[in-house]
């Protein structure tokens, strides 16, 4: 359960962001919507870590997630967050199989080899696996990024933007594949997008 | 997955560049380490050959000729000295030990040399077969010439006028090997050791001419050298001045030759030395350039890793171990350039009394290895301490 409390971000040049509170319980599927600009990212990178509010508090099934020193956060976010980026972002001089194994080797996990190809196997990427990311399309590289996220069997998985840079066809099977593997992954799922495509997919929505 | 199979794969994706990198820390470091290892091997080969030598004394000429030809065995003789004269000189009160010796022949570019069981005494010979040289034309060989000849007891040979070359064979006599030494590790491996009379032997008119002028030969019978041992420190001084100002020889010292030798030979040492240094900055700035150009590439890398719960230590770690694993594989093959190539000139050098190897090692080499790891820190501390900068929200979100 993830809950956001009276937050705000202050920008030294710009305006100051107040984000409504929100709580996603365990299991919950989630938009969140809003024209760009209105501060999505921010209010992602917040929830997932990487950015420490200005004030109020970010509850990670109860933990005050800000409460941890920095090291702490790194791998508790690692551990409990699963991020998709717009763009795939994938270590280019690894095979998509140690791509994936690198998320749970970081967050100091021990890999589970059988539970990686296992995910790529369920994106229809295992034959993929040991090919390098240069190798794959677009499409086949932000399913490697979803694996990644999903890897240690994580809280929550944030996505952000997944479908922008996407065709219509491609951009629901995103969107299929993120719900999907969120529930079979038992984990809380927010996509942040201004998609009107994908607005129908997912009932919740948290409006910015 | 640990980040030192992380670093090695990414040093893998460059390869060119990593291979530059090696390739400059190993060129640097293997002129470092034949410098070292030929200096010390040169310096130690000059130690053990003229270790209890005090003086030498030949014809006129130049010192450093008389050193190099009389106890390293690489020079032509100054010259011959009237064994009279030589015989005066060797009775004097001061000389513990003189030991005459006679040059000229070789053997497959073996020096011969006509000496008395002095020789034995001087360099604490030992034989490993057989027995020491009596007889006019019996020879005892170094072990390594009996090695490379292929000599052994009771076996004869021609010795050859000259010292190098074997084109000019006394055919007229031949000697009979009565025994072999044992390997000393100095210049007498390579030598063949006979007494005096069996050098003037075969340089005596040949028997069909004349005989007689037999006597007056014998009155002008020359040697070439006295390697002189003093009976104590004091005559240093006042020996070797006797013997320049009063005798119609001169006196050299091998240790005050040999440091003139060295400091003739430093100049050049020293000009590679820097030239090594030189390179080994070049290669500094190269890895640091090759590191902090693919930070700009990395920056996505860095802020992912970090995104999926890598410590900013540990980045910091992976950057600086790309940059060590270069400068310290480029220092161990630098190391094994530097041994490899000592050999090679081992193998093919033609003075075999001074042979290199490239089968030794010094301490020096440790310190090399450990230049690499400067290297390496020095060139990668400023890209590494870059990855605690990177804002990975921003890093991550930017990029649309």
Redesign the interface.
């Given at each position: 359960m993830i809950e956001i409390h009276s937050l705000s971000q202050k920008y030294t040049s710009g305006p100051t962001l107040n984000f409504p509170d929100w709580k996603i319980n365990d299991e919950e599927q989630w938009l969140l919507l809003g024209a760009s600009g209105s501060g999505k990212?921010t209010l992602?990178?917040i929830i997932?870590g990487?950015?420490k509010p200005s004030s109020g508090v970010v509850k990670l099934n109860k933990t005050d997630i800000y409460s941890f020193s920095?090291?702490k956060m790194?791998?508790?976010?690692?551990?409990n967050i699963g991020?998709v980026?717009?763009?795939p972002?994938?270590?280019?001089?690894?095979n998509i199989l140690?791509n994936v194994?690198?998320?749970?080797?970081?967050?100091?996990i021990e890999?589970n080899h059988s539970r990686v190809m296992d995910l790529l196997d369920s994106l229809g990427l295992a034959d993929k696996a040991k090919n390098y990311p240069e190798e794959l399309s677009q499409g086949q590289l932000q399913r490697v990024s979803i694996a990644?996220a999903l890897v240690n069997n994580p809280i929550l998985l944030i996505a952000?933007?997944p479908t922008?840079s996407l065709d219509d066809v491609n951009a629901e099977k995103v969107m299929k594949i993120l719900t999907d593997q969120a529930s079979k992954n038992k984990a809380s799922l927010v996509i942040a997008t201004h998609d009107n495509r994908i607005r129908d997919k997912v009932s919740k929505a948290y409006l910015l | 997955?640990?980040i030192l199979k992380?670093g090695t794969?990414?040093l893998?994706?460059n390869k060119l560049t990593t291979f530059l990198n090696v390739v400059l820390v190993a060129f640097g470091i293997a002129i470092l380490s034949i410098l070292f290892l030929a200096s010390t091997q040169i310096g130690n080969k000059l130690e053990q050959n003229a270790k209890d030598i005090d003086l030498v004394v030949g014809a006129k000429g130049s010192p450093l000729q008389l050193i190099l030809s009389s106890i390293y065995h690489i020079d032509f003789p100054t010259g011959n000295i009237p064994l009279k004269d030589a015989t005066e000189l060797m009775q004097n009160p001061m000389v513990k030990r003189a030991v005459p010796l006679a040059l000229g022949d070789n053997f497959q570019g073996h020096r011969i040399v006509g000496t008395d069981s002095g020789f034995v005494g001087l360099y604490g010979l030992k034989l490993a077969d057989g027995k020491f040289w009596k007889q006019d034309l019996e020879a005892t060989l170094g072990s390594a010439v009996a090695n490379d000849a292929k000599l052994k007891v009771g076996d004869q040979f021609f010795g050859a006028h000259g010292l190098s070359d074997d084109s000019d064979e006394h055919k007229h006599h031949a000697y009979t090997v009565t025994g072999i030494l044992k390997p000393q590790g100095n210049v007498t491996d390579h030598l063949i050791l006979t007494n005096i009379g069996s050098v003037y032997k075969m340089h005596e008119p040949e028997h069909n001419e004349a005989h007689h002028n037999d006597e007056q030969e014998i009155d002008n019978k020359e040697i070439t050298t006295i390697l002189i041992q003093y009976r104590s420190p004091m005559s240093v001084v006042i020996f070797p001045r006797m013997v320049n100002q009063s005798t119609n020889m001169q006196a050299a010292s091998p240790a005050m030759e040999s440091a003139r030798l060295f400091s003739l030979i430093g100049v050049g040492i020293e000009t590679l030395k820097w030239f090594a240094f030189l390179i080994m900055a070049i290669s500094a700035l190269s890895v640091f350039i090759s590191l902090y150009n693919s930070m700009k590439e990395k920056k996505?890398?860095l802020?992912?890793?970090?995104?999926?719960?890598?410590?900013?230590?540990?980045l910091f770690t992976l950057v600086m171990l790309e940059g060590l694993m270069i400068t310290v594989s480029g220092a161990i093959l630098g190391l094994l350039i530097g041994h490899l190539a000592l050999h090679l000139i081992g193998v093919y050098q033609e003075s075999s009394q001074a042979r290199l190897t490239g089968i030794f090692f010094v301490n020096e080499e440790l310190y090399l290895v450990m230049a690499g790891l400067l290297i390496g820190i020095v060139a990668s501390i400023i890209p590494a301490l870059q990855t605690y900068r990177v804002d990975?929200?921003r890093t991550?979100?930017k990029?649309?």
């Open positions: 990212s992602l990178n997932s990487l950015l920095l090291k790194d791998q508790f976010r690692g551990q991020i980026f717009q763009k972002h994938l270590i280019k001089s690894l140690d194994a690198l998320a749970s080797s970081l967050a100091g890999v990644r952000d933007e922008s | 997955m640990n992380l794969k990414n893998l994706r996505y890398d802020a992912i890793m970090r995104c999926l719960g890598a410590s900013k230590l540990k990975i929200a991550l979100s990029d649309k």
